[in-house]
């Protein structure tokens, strides 16, 4: 695997242990092109970067060592971790976006990108379920990398949790979904809710939940079909 570097001045100061590495937090770009990102990456106006970049030809890009703490994730939070840049790596896929015209990952950058997460799995020891898209630590501001990213393909590569259609599911009650599901959503590690109390951003949080696993209903409503997938994940 070929890393090219292109350093980034956007990090933090402190370098960080080896074992506080625990997450890879994927992106996508979200601008017109692969230049313009890199740019802004590398702008110490701008204070983002990432650890790498994938560009669509699938060519590696590394713009801040590992140890060092980049800034791509911003307000975020999984589980018990805040401010999730502290303990990931993170990797931007070059695509314009919803904003610009959301395209598919090409071939070459889902090749490159299993290599380079397979990578850093062995490395840092990371846990499958601990490959997370941007917008299931901050499910209220980021909507990256998208519907369009195959999570259920990457689960072959142990890279993200998947689940099995089979499985079976134990009774519920209906009039408690709303409240069974944010459970089943905190047992997961999403946050951001309050789980016995309706907020306006309780959509945002169930798209951000289907946009990762259930990508061709990305409704905002607590359907049996997401209810059930929650279910499972989280047993
Ligand atoms: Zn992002």
């Not at 840092?124 to 990256?144: C, M, Q, T, V």
Request: with cysteine; charged share 30%; hydrophobic share 35%.
């Amino acid at each position: 695997m070929n890393i090219i570097s292109n350093f980034s001045p956007n990090f933090s100061k402190k370098s960080r242990k080896k074992n506080n590495i625990n997450f890879v937090i994927l992106h996508y770009t979200g601008m017109q092109s692969e230049i313009e990102s890199l740019n802004r990456l590398k702008n110490p106006k701008s204070k983002v970067s990432c650890h790498y970049l994938i560009n669509r030809k699938g060519n590696i890009i590394q713009l801040v060592e590992d140890q060092k703490i980049a800034w791509h994730a911003g307000k975020s939070k999984w589980k018990k971790f805040n401010n999730l840049n502290l303990n990931s790596v993170g990797i931007e896929l070059v695509n314009k976006g919803h904003q610009f015209g959301y395209e598919s990952f090409t071939k070459k950058q889902l090749k490159s990108l299993i290599l380079l997460c397979k990578r850093l799995k062995k490395k840092y020891k990371i846990k499958p379920e601990n490959f997370l898209g941007h917008s299931d630590i901050a499910p209220l501001r980021k909507i990256d990398p998208g519907e369009k990213f195959p999570w259920r393909k990457l689960e072959k590569y142990q890279i993200g949790k998947w689940y099995k259609k089979n499985h079976k599911i134990l009774k519920y009650d209906k009039n408690n979904m709303r409240i069974l599901f944010f459970k089943n959503l905190k047992k997961i590690g999403y946050r951001y809710f309050n789980i016995f109390k309706r907020t306006k951003v309780d959509h945002k949080i169930v798209k951000s939940f289907q946009r990762h696993f259930l990508p061709k209903s990305i409704t905002g409503e607590i359907d049996k079909k997401t209810f059930e997938i929650s279910q499972i994940l989280a047993n």
